[in-house]
């Protein structure tokens, strides 16, 4: 038998890709239910925001201005997030959040006011921002161990959560109060995160306090380390890291092993990448319905199937993400998405009738797609835990900043003028990434068929 195994690596050749162990692929789907959960809830939550500024009394600057909750409690999170993730483990932050994100999500109904409504999305921004930093940091570990640039399939799994969250919200708006509806949520949100997290918690990928990108946990499985060609010893953390540099190009476009400043700059750059990006998936989330019902005289069904087409058309552009990646390269897929999404929200502000403003909604977040997962992935793979938390600190600041920006621009201009803004940020995102086609790793080229193992 171990020579019929020889000969079968001969036949195979170097260059065989070995299958991902059980246990790596347990992880990699329980990793994609939080994902999917952080996107159900927080669309839970978006598609009844009309109907909560009704009960609360707020107007547009007012709920501007509870908006601020969320920002305030995810970017002072995520500020602390990756020294938590490194002290106890990304695993245990992910799951604790994701489950103070799923008991959180019934409270912004039981207010009356527009302050009580900031303080409680105060709470839901906590959970929302430590959860997005820890999982991020989780999917660059996993990704590092799988040896594929998969990080656009953990976004579509939010996607996914987020065209759930919205269909469901479509169909109980018109049967049920915000109250009762996003009290049924927190439930299905526990139970998923309980029974994920199990799954997370048995098998880390890095112990507490380690602080290498990609590095396993001491005490790990053999079976969720990083895979290696058949019949090859496993490869060392200085290999893996050469390894991965080798992967993502050489020459001006490797990763800036050794030259900390130059990587805190491409962390902080790819981040306004993630950050211009987020603004828009902040701004059609929580102000799209209202577009459509406030200005174009659309139901709450019809508000939440304008949300619902923009999840949907970020799946579908997620779920493509790697293979676009593979083959056009980092720098040509983030302009190309930068582009698609300006021309895309120019439509959905603009146009006069529904149907045209679903569409470019849906050209919009199938432009956005790419650009946040990509950003992060990238700020992992230069300084681990740090970098995601650096790059998701200014991601997500845009997406949770960028709403009440808009609060405050609907007042003075309108709310289809303030919009447009997430057309010129799409468009500066774009720049960026072709600024940066020199200079960061990774950059023009096309990354290096993750999946080709000889030089993995």
């Known amino acids: 038998m ?85 002290r106890l483990g990304s695993e245990r932050v992910t799951v604790l959040t994701g489950i103070l994100l799923a008991l959180s999500i019934a409270l912004p109904p039981r207010t009356h006011s527009a302050l009580a409504l900031g303080l409680v999305l105060l709470l839901f921004g906590i959970a929302y921002g430590g959860l997005n930093v ?18 656009s399939g953990f976004h579509a799994a939010y996607s996914l959560g987020g065209l759930l969250g919205a269909g469901l919200g479509g169909l109980l708006a018109p049967h049920l109060s915000p109250r009762t509806h996003l009290l049924l949520l927190a439930p299905i949100g526990l139970v998923a995160v309980v029974l994920a997290g199990r799954v997370l918690l048995a098998h880390p990928l890095r112990g507490p306090g380690a602080g290498t990108p990609g590095a396993p946990a001491a005490d790990a499985p053999e079976d969720v380390r990083p895979a290696t060609a058949a019949g090859s010893r496993p490869a060392s953390t200085a290999e893996s890291r050469s390894a991965s540099t080798a992967d993502a190009g050489s020459g001006p476009d490797a990763a800036p092993a050794g030259r900390p400043a130059r990587a805190g700059l491409l962390v902080a750059l790819v981040g306004m990448i993630a950050g211009c990006s987020a603004y828009g998936e902040g701004a059609l989330a929580e102000w799209g319905p209202l577009h459509i019902q406030q200005d174009l005289h659309g139901g709450p069904g019809i508000a939440a199937a304008g949300y619902a087409a923009v999840a949907c058309a970020m799946m579908l552009g997620r779920l493509s993400g790697t293979a676009l990646i593979e083959r056009l390269g980092q720098t040509r897929a983030l302009v190309l998405g930068g582009l698609t999404a300006s021309a895309g929200m120019l439509l959905g502000a603009l146009a006069p009738s529904i149907p ?70 799409a468009a500066i995102a774009a720049a960026i990434a072709y600024a940066l086609r020199n200079g960061a790793p990774g950059g023009s080229r096309q990354v290096r068929r993750s999946a080709a193992p000889a030089r993995k």
């Not at 999982?135 to 990704?143: C, E, K, R, T, Y």
């Not at 790059?391 to 289809?416: E, H, K, Q, R």
Request: charged residues 10%; hydrophobic residues 55%; glycine residues 14%.
């Open 2 to 86: 171990p020579t019929l195994n020889k000969i079968g690596t001969t036949f195979r050749g170097s260059h065989h890709t070995p299958a991902p162990s059980p246990a790596l692929r347990r992880l990699r789907v329980a990793l994609t239910v939080f994902f999917a959960v952080d996107g159900f809830l927080f669309a839970g939550w978006v598609v009844r925001i009309p109907a909560i500024k009704a009960q609360v009394g707020a107007s547009a600057g007012q709920l501007g201005l509870a908006l601020l909750g969320v920002s305030a409690g995810a970017i002072a999170t995520m500020m602390i997030t990756g020294r938590l993730c490194r």
């Open 356 to 425: 045209l403003v679903v569409a470019g909604f849906a050209l919009t977040g199938l432009g956005l797609a790419n650009l946040f997962p990509t950003a992060i992935a990238r700020a992992g793979e230069l300084t681990g835990p740090g970098g995601v938390a650096a790059a998701s600190t200014v991601g997500y600041g845009g997406m949770l900043l960028g709403p009440p920006s808009i609060g405050f621009l609907t007042d003075a201009l309108g709310l289809p003028t303030a919009l447009t803004t997430v057309s010129v940020l």
């Open 134 to 151: 820890a999982m991020n940091s989780v999917a660059v570990d996993l990704i590092a161990a799988l040896r594929r640039p998969v990080m």
